[in-house]
């Protein structure tokens, strides 16, 4: 599965963007998915996740209120709406996909960057003060 992350690009605080994802040649309804970021000199860092028909999301603390998961499986596309972005928010943003158990506790499962299985080569979001 190959991912494409796109979307990214300068905006000044306060400001919105929507990263899309999308896959070649696979579809995506089959995993769930995520987004991560890593600032410059920082550990990659959970965003929000959803499950396989986007019944569920989870996002981190630092962007509820302002980021929205959500996905089309008919386009096989995730995206992640960003809004109210502040210059914290600046870093690279990647999606990936992950093969969570049925039975397991997805709300913890994918805040996990280990319970990925593919990974897209990240959009790089840049908010100015």
């Known amino acids: 599965v190959q991912l494409q992350a796109s979307g990214g690009g300068a905006v000044q605080a306060g400001g919105s963007l929507r990263l899309s994802c999308t896959s070649s040649?696979?579809?995506?309804?089959?995993?769930?998915m995520g987004w991560f970021r890593q600032a410059p000199g920082k550990e990659r860092e959970f965003v929000a996740a959803i499950s396989w028909r986007g019944t569920n999301k989870y996002s981190a603390d630092s962007v509820q209120g302002r980021f929205t998961i959500s996905r089309d499986n008919t386009k096989d596309t995730v995206y992640l709406q960003m809004n109210n972005l502040k210059p914290d928010d600046t870093a690279v943003y990647y999606c990936?996909?992950?093969?969570?158990?049925?039975?397991?506790?997805?709300?913890?499962?994918?805040?996990?960057?280990?319970?990925?299985?593919?990974w897209g080569q990240g959009t790089q979001v840049t908010v100015s003060s």
């Open positions: 040649g696979h579809t995506l309804s089959t995993y769930c």
């Open positions: 990936a996909a992950s093969n969570p158990p049925r039975t397991g506790l997805l709300s913890i499962f994918l805040r996990e960057s280990d319970r990925y299985v593919y």
